[in-house]
């Protein structure tokens, strides 16, 4: 089945440090990717998605790119701010939908951003 | 606001009590998703509705039970609680085709 594997958290970084965190999956076919973020006391909110492979996502500062040779997915974001504090969710959409067309997810990590 | 509406945002109730929770699609969505997010266990999908059809199932215990109204909206209904079952509630919608969630802002559900 799918399955998506995310750095375990919490990561915890100074204010205008680089941001990393690890995502790698398991799929058939060609899923979509996309990165979930959670403020605290919200829902998730999509950040950004790539639907393809060498496909690059970005938003707010963050990128992730599409690496089908590597199964990964990757978050970057070079300078965080305290806003960013945050869980972040990477997750799978299968590419054949079908009837099964959930979203699955990692466990997520947990993003404190001191100033 | 999303467009995905969630009642009530908290809820705290005994053991052995059932309670139902509500959501409200974005307009124009067919599909909605349920999801249980728990400290142990992550964000867990229970089950999915598309167009009043139950389209596909997760970890969803038999206690807890689902449907799609004609109207789209969706309601969870959970009985027989135990203290595990205390989490946030996650309401999702999608278009038609799946692609493109848009989730609620969730329902906290206390079982004391």
């Known amino acids: 089945g799918n399955s998506v594997t995310q750095m375990e958290g919490p990561v915890t970084l100074s204010e205008e440090a680089f941001l990393t965190i690890n995502c790698t999956y398991t799929a058939t076919g060609y899923p979509s990717l996309f990165w979930y973020v959670q403020y605290p006391g919200e829902g998730l909110q999509l950040l950004l998605k790539?639907?393809?492979?060498?496909d690059k996502g970005s938003n707010k500062g963050f990128e992730a790119t599409y690496r089908k040779e590597t199964t990964s997915f990757h978050l970057e974001k070079g300078s965080v701010q305290v806003s960013d504090s945050a869980v972040y969710f990477c997750a799978l959409f299968p590419f054949s939908g079908g009837s099964n067309y959930k979203l699955t997810f990692g466990k997520g990590t947990l993003l404190t951003v001191n100033p | 606001d999303s467009g995905v509406t969630q009642t009530p945002k908290h809820l705290i109730t005994a053991t052995g009590q059932r309670v139902t929770l509500r959501c409200s699609p974005r307009?124009?969505?067919?599909?909605v998703y349920w999801y249980q997010q728990s400290l142990d266990q992550g964000l867990q999908f229970l089950i999915q509705y598309y167009n009043g059809e139950e389209r596909a199932k997760g970890n969803i215990l038999e206690r807890f039970s689902a449907q799609q109204f004609p109207d789209l909206h969706s309601e969870l209904n959970l009985s027989s609680l135990e203290l595990g079952d205390s989490a946030l509630y996650f309401c999702a919608s999608s278009p038609k085709g799946g692609y493109g969630y848009t989730f609620g802002s969730g329902t906290r559900l206390t079982v004391v």
């Open positions: 307009s124009g969505d067919l599909s």
């Open positions: 790539a639907t393809k492979a060498d």
